[in-house]
């Protein structure tokens, strides 16, 4: 059961992250969701960069989804939950919530495929799967 | 019933758009994404520039969700077919499908709200609804 | 002397590309001047992707340098004048200039080297250079 | 003589950042340079974004200049040293130099100048010049 960690990770946003609205455009927070990921897998002593250069294993996205609640802005820090919700050899999928100093900035979900670097599925090796408790 | 519109546009992967995988990153699909829903309006004599600015009305996205069939590749054309599902006086909903030489892309939904330069939810002035149908 | 062509491009601003100050945000000029280069290097019948995919010739930034002189906006169209100030077998020079009807946004120029796929700097195969007239 | 701090600040590359040269794209070296420069401001007591919201200050990129050293990769953590080499009531000039481990990775310069939120040419409040010593 892969889902008893939630990683907290923190980012601030940046001036190249706004748009004329005068907040951070709605395709950043998928940038910030892979940050939250990337640390949550760095946290739990996976690192990706390894996996992809010495296993030729990548990550690739499947879907992803956004709920945008309230707007962030320049400057602001945000924080990053991630979790895995769900996984097993062949994918897996992270769950995010950013908040801004306790306000509800947006939720996100990610789903992932294993795949070579030929860019076809494949099954996690074992070394990895265990990290996340599958 | 808004649907009976759907529009094409296409646009050229940038390098810039690519990632280390060799493929295009994610959350650059929501970008495409904005560049279908301007021309969209665009071609419904929607103006959406003007919009916000002689009239203050923003378009706020509320939630935004992509599936990633086949990956999309530096320098490739990728067509965006672009239609209203849902549309009231208060918000309005986007689908998306990207492809490539007749090969699936991506198919995507952004979800809308309208709203005030003070961010706030408002309803959509006559003007602009009769072009969406409501 | 390869400056006898100059190539025009044009590309409209993405609400992406704008920050907070209701403009461009300065970063994005240089996805356009790839752009510029791209296209610049296409009109030549140098495939840029290609020398990339079958010779492993990629082309690495050496510098870049961006002049603002007047903001570009959201929806505005763009136009990109491309030329190549000066190529050798190591490295080529492009400088740019955008506007927009008339009126100047800004002016760039970038230095390129060619390297290998392992990132070592090398001589542009011959099918190339007599390209750029080198 | 406002030379006198140098801010070091440091970013983690993310996988957005990169490109399917597999290094940073040039462009992202621009916005490390705002976040450099963010910073340095933040440490002499000069917050960029009040100074926007309150005081309708603006700071405008006139120029932009990057040599690239050594390509940097995801995940890297790159060192951003960042001066002030030239301030005066209509612009500031900021130097920046990033680093990986000691590797030399990139230097900067960026010239803005103050600008009202109209977009025209301003000088400097006193509250503000006085942190750059000007």
């Known amino acids: 059961m892969p889902d008893s ?6 980012i601030r946003v ?10 951070v455009y709605y395709a950043n927070y998928l940038v910030w969701m892979e940050i939250g990921r990337v640390e949550y897998c760095r946290s739990i002593g996976f690192h990706y960069r390894e996996m992809e250069l010495e296993d030729g294993v990548l990550l690739a996205v499947a879907e992803s989804n ?5 707007p962030a802005r320049y400057d602001e ?12 050899r062949r ?7 950013m908040t801004c100093a306790g306000r509800k900035i947006a939720t996100g979900r990610t ?24």
Chains 1, 2, 3, 4 share one sequence.
Not at 14 to 23: L, P, S, V
Not at 91 to 97: A, D, G, N
């Open 14 to 23: 940046r001036y190249a992250e706004t748009d004329q609205m005068g907040i």
């Open 111 to 134: 789903v992932h495929v294993f795949i070579s670097r030929a860019l076809r599925p494949i099954r996690l090796p074992d070394k990895y799967a265990a990290l996340f408790g599958i």
């Open 91 to 97: 994918m897996v999928t992270f769950e995010y919530e």
């Open 66 to 70: 956004c709920r945008y609640s309230s």
């Open 77 to 88: 820090e945000i924080s990053i939950a991630t979790h895995v919700s769900e996984a097993n």
């Open 5 to 10: 960690i939630t990683h907290m990770t923190s």
